[in-house]
């Protein structure tokens, strides 16, 4: 293996907008991992905030929670409100 090929680089995300990309994907840990291709445990893992997915494997989770990549580098989760009566 050469030295280029063990480089990985891993995404600097808020384990909670992890949590909140899943949460509002109305998907559980299990089915979330199934879908993104991962042990349940590695998605627990990112959530507590104990590891650290890759480049890769956050734009698999973004395409499987159907969230652009940009939202997981939010500061803060998104809060939406409802606009009533303009």
């Not at 734009?59 to 939406?80: D, G, N, W």
């Amino acid at each position: 293996m050469t030295e280029h090929a063990s480089h990985r680089v891993y995404a600097r995300v808020k384990p909670e907008l992890l949590i909140w990309a899943r949460k509002r994907s109305a998907l559980g840990l299990d089915a979330a991992a199934k879908k993104a291709d991962i042990l349940p445990e590695v998605l627990q893992d990112w959530e507590k905030g104990e590891a650290k997915p890759t480049i890769p494997q956050l734009r698999k989770l973004a395409e499987t929670y159907r969230f652009p990549l940009m939202v997981f580098y939010l500061s803060e989760p998104p809060t939406f409100r409802v606009m009533r009566g303009a």
